[in-house]
């Protein structure tokens, strides 16, 4: 039975965390489709995050010291380009985030309450209700979306391939939708899917986060950028949760130190920065004071103690969850996969290399986070370059709306691709956590290609399994340690770093790519 035709006059936005809805808004006057998996606000990154988000907002800061402070944790591998546009946009976007309805905390003078976080100079990440950020930020940007006359939203929607009118050009997707299958034909696509956590056995953001975008766009032909780089979040709180609950970078930031059962304060031994140190130091640290120390806790008791419910009232609920008192209790960690830095190529404006195929937020990578990203600049980012696209994705749409008549007799559909069952992506899972985290090498590489070989074996073309690949394949190519790739069979780190641009072939393969722009 042929699927159900649906055609869009408007950008058609894939995601619908705070980069899809960031998009959306800024599509006006053109209409926007927004494609939610789940009901808005749950089960997406954007809603979980913590410590808030990271601008230049004070007089003693400066969007060139953001940038430089951004540079210097991405490992040599940024865009600078990039880079400085996201922390040019900084304040302005907190400003309008702010005149949305989001709640940021301010001091009596009306000034915005600042925290310091790992690698910041100095204090600049705006917050809200202590560790509320993503959940209070996307609260208002979906009450925005919804009162929004240009956006229309399915919730319960799941994007599974990319549809083509030739081998450059998207026009749009095949969705799932309440038990029917639909071809959704719109003039601009936009990917706004979200990280790739889920493909780890531990990881901090929702477990349904595979990186299917970034897969669904390397099927279609796009080129992928750094997939290898997956950012593991140094304190997940260790009690064998899935998803891991988190315990935010701002604990550190207000003086919360990490110390072994013994009371031994080990990430100095680490960097000078100690606590504060890049967040792919610190993990590694913790990783290590895990596997040889005895274990890793973060002593909260001094910096925060009995103000912890609230000043912290997530992290404060998840430990008393637990039946952890952080007021009195130091809390046990561990590093879990928390973002990645890598994804679909593009450019600052959300162009991907496949015409009419934009890419913003935790799918994209536009080199702004180089190797390592800095912290509370995802949030940042999902609202920066989601103004931005939305204004560039509704001027695309506008120029092909005269011409745009998809033929469905034509057109080139994807492929539809199977479902893991549960103890196939468990094994996937798994494999990743053992062999691609945080620390790396050669046979724990190849052991987990073979495992991918094994699945694929059964389930070709899954959009996880494409996903891992790209991780496990670039990971296993790239023989240094730079940033959050570590290999401990490569420990030094080259003296020129280079990103990785890679597109994948018709036979399966992966082909490197040269190093040219983005149009």
Request: aromatic share 4%; with cysteine.
């Amino acid at each position: 039975m042929a699927n159900e035709v649906h055609i869009h006059n408007g950008p058609l936005i894939i995601g619908a965390g705070l980069a899809g809805l960031s998009v959306a808004l800024n599509t006006a006057p053109q209409p926007a489709l927004v494609l939610a998996p789940v009901e808005l606000g749950a089960a997406c990154s954007s809603a979980w995050a913590q410590g808030g988000i990271a601008a230049a907002l004070s007089a003693q800061d400066s969007p060139e010291a953001h940038a430089q402070d951004t540079l210097a944790a991405g490992a040599g591998i940024n865009d600078p380009a990039a880079t400085h546009a996201l922390t040019e946009m900084g304040p302005g976007v907190v400003h309008r985030l702010n005149d949305l309805g989001a709640p940021f905390d301010h001091n009596a003078d009306g000034s915005y309450v600042l925290n310091r976080e790992a690698a910041h100079g100095l204090a600049r990440v705006a917050r809200v209700g202590g560790d509320l950020a993503g959940k209070k930020i996307l609260e208002a940007v979906v009450a925005a979306a919804k009162a929004a006359p240009h956006i229309d939203i399915w919730e319960g929607a799941v994007a599974t391939g990319l549809i083509k009118s030739d081998v450059e050009t998207v026009i749009g997707a095949v969705v799932e939708r309440g038990g029917r299958t639909i071809e959704v034909y719109a003039p601009v696509v936009v990917l706004a899917s979200g990280g790739s956590g889920g493909l780890y056995a531990v990881t901090t953001n929702p477990a349904n986060l595979r990186g299917e975008g970034m897969a669904m766009a390397a099927l279609a032909g796009a080129e992928i950028a750094d997939p290898e780089f997956v950012q593991f979040h140094p304190t997940a709180i260790n009690i064998g949760a899935d998803p891991a609950p988190l315990a935010t970078e701002a604990l550190r930031g207000e003086g919360a130190t990490l110390i072994t059962k013994d009371g031994y304060r080990f990430a100095f031994d680490d960097h000078g920065d100690g606590e504060l140190a890049p967040r792919d130091i610190v993990a590694r640290a913790v990783h290590r004071a895990n596997t040889t120390l005895g274990g890793a806790y973060l002593d909260c008791r001094t910096a925060i103690g009995a103000h912890f419910p609230h000043e912290f009232p997530t992290v404060f609920a998840s430990c008393m969850a637990a039946g952890i008192d952080p007021r009195v209790q130091p809390i046990p960690v561990a590093p879990a996969a928390h973002y990645h830095m890598g994804g679909i190529r593009t450019n600052i404006d959300g162009h991907t290399s496949l015409r009419n195929l934009f890419a913003v937020g935790e799918c994209a990578s536009t080199g702004v986070h180089g190797a390592n990203r800095l912290a509370s600049n995802s949030l940042l980012e999902a609202a920066a370059f989601g103004e931005r696209v939305g204004q560039k994705a509704s001027r695309a749409a506008a120029r092909e709306m005269p011409r745009f008549a998809p033929d469905p007799a034509t057109i080139l559909r994807p492929a539809q691709p199977p479902r893991l069952t549960p103890e196939a992506l468990k094994r996937l899972r798994d494999a990743m956590q053992a062999h691609a985290a945080v620390i790396r090498d050669e046979a724990g590489l190849k052991t987990l290609l073979q495992t991918l070989d094994a699945l694929e074996a059964t389930f070709k073309g899954a959009l996880p399994l494409v996903a891992a690949r790209l991780i496990a394949q670039c990971a296993l190519q790239r023989r240094e340690s730079r940033g959050s790739h570590y290999r401990k069979d490569h420990p030094e780190t080259a003296t020129e770093g280079q990103r990785t641009f890679i597109r994948l072939t018709e036979t399966g393969l992966m082909q490197m790519e040269t190093q040219k722009e983005v149009a």
